[in-house]
C-alpha cells in the first residue's frame, strides 16, 4: 500500500511526468505514476468507497515520482518508494460516511469542481471531512518506505474532476500550500501554489 521522507524545502519547478500528468509550483516533480484507490477512505472511515455497481463513493489519487505498477498488479510486490515525495488527493461524495453500506444508497463521486478543505491536522481525515470536498497534502515516504511523514497541506483551492469512472480518473487541481513547521503546525500566513493535472489509472495495491 501506498501511504510520504522528512519534509524537502519547496521549490516552484514544472515538472510534467509520464502520460500526461503533470505538477507546477511549489513541491513539484516528474510524475511517474498517478494511481487511484479507497485505501485512504477505508482506513479513515472503516469502509472502502468502491461502490458494487462502479464508481467510487470516496476515493484518493496519488500521484508520485516512481513508477509503482507492479505493486498494482500485485498488492505484494516490492517497489522502493523510500524517500520518496508524493500528492494525495481525497475526494468523497455527498453521501459517503463511515459505516455507511453501498446498498443504503450512496451515491458516487461525480465529475465537477471539489472545494478544498483545510482541516490543520498532519493526518487529516477524509470521513470527517463535509461531504462534496477534497483534501490535497503533500508527503514523503519514510526513509524504510513503511509509513509517511506529512510535508505540507492544502488550505485553499480546488479539485476539478472530469472523468470519475471505477479504475480511472482524471481531472486537474490548484491549491495554496502551508508548509508543515518543526513546531508542528502549519504555515498559514506564507501559502505557496500547487497545481497539477493527472490522469490515474486503478491501483489494487492502493
Known amino acids: 500500500m501506498i501511504g510520504g521522507a522528512c519534509g524537502s524545502s519547496p521549490t516552484n519547478p514544472s515538472s510534467t511526468g509520464s502520460g500526461g500528468n503533470s505538477l507546477s509550483g ?7 505514476s498517478a494511481v487511484v484507490g479507497t485505501g485512504g477512505p477505508a482506513g479513515d472511515c472503516g469502509y472502502a468507497g468502491l461502490l458494487p ?15 509503482v505498477s ?28 463511515g459505516g455507511a453500506h453501498p446498498d443504503a444508497g450512496l451515491a458516487a463521486v461525480a465529475p465537477g469542481t471539489y472545494p478544498i478543505i483545510f482541516e490543520d491536522v498532519t493526518d487529516d481525515d477524509l470521513c470527517g ?26 488550505v485553499t483551492g480546488s479539485v476539478t474532476y472530469t472523468m470519475t469512472a471505477s479504475g480511472h480518473v482524471t481531472g486537474n487541481f490548484s491549491v ?11 504555515d498559514t500566513t506564507h501559502v505557496t ?14
Open 70 to 97: 507492479a505493486l498494482c498488479a500485485d498488492a505484494s510486490a516490492e517497489v522502493s518508494v523510500a524517500g520518496k515525495t508524493f500528492v494525495v488527493i481525497q475526494t468523497k461524495s455527498a453521501s459517503y460516511s
Open 193 to 206: 501554489p500547487l497545481s497539477g493535472s493527472f490522469d490515474a489509472a486503478g491501483c489494487t495495491g492502493l
Open 26 to 32: 511549489t513541491y513539484a516533480f516528474p510524475v511517474q
Open 129 to 154: 471531512a463535509p461531504s462534496n470536498s477534497a483534501l490535497v497534502d503533500v508527503r514523503n515516504f519514510k526513509t524504510d518506505g513503511e509509513g509517511a511523514i506529512p510535508v505540507a497541506s492544502a
Open 53 to 67: 455497481g462502479g464508481g467510487y463513493a470516496a476515493f484518493q489519487v496519488i500521484l508520485v515520482d516512481v513508477n
Open 176 to 186: 495554496q500550500m502551508a508548509a508543515l513547521l518543526p513546531s508542528g503546525q502549519f
